[in-house]
């Protein structure tokens, strides 16, 4: 079982990548069959390929994410409120949803989860 320390360094390196449109950071940390569902139901994204084409959507939007409160992380689970800054349509917008990260036991994020 992973500790928290190790989850919670996953989440910052998760924020960091975003930040720096670091799209390899971000693929990094997920397992070759890991499932991202962004936001909760939705279709859910399956596989390195699928998360790779979400994530390229999402850093070509220029976000900027930041934490908003600790990142809780117990028993191979993560979850922590964030904020996305971005601008639609020429007008800024900020989403604060909470993320819900499973990992497996090589510490790569198996199941994400975005609540809006």
């Not at 989440?11 to 569902?37: K, M, S, T």
């Not at 790779?52 to 976000?63: C, D, I, Q, W």
């Not at 908003?68 to 349509?89: D, M, T």
């Amino acid at each position: 079982m992973l500790n928290p320390e190790q989850m919670q360094a996953a989440v910052h390196e998760y924020v960091r990548a975003l930040n720096a449109v670091d799209l390899d950071a971000i693929v990094a940390l997920f397992a070759d069959d890991a499932v991202v569902e962004d936001p909760v139901g939705s279709e859910p994204k399956r596989g390195l390929a699928a998360i790779r084409e979400f994530y390229a959507a999402s850093v070509a939007m220029k976000l900027v994410v930041a934490l908003e409160g600790p990142v809780r992380a117990v028993a191979n689970e993560a979850v922590f409120p964030f904020s996305v800054s971005l601008v639609i349509n020429g007008q800024p917008v900020v989403i604060r949803p909470i993320d819900h990260f499973r990992f497996n036991e090589a510490g790569r994020i198996v199941q994400m989860r975005a609540f809006f």
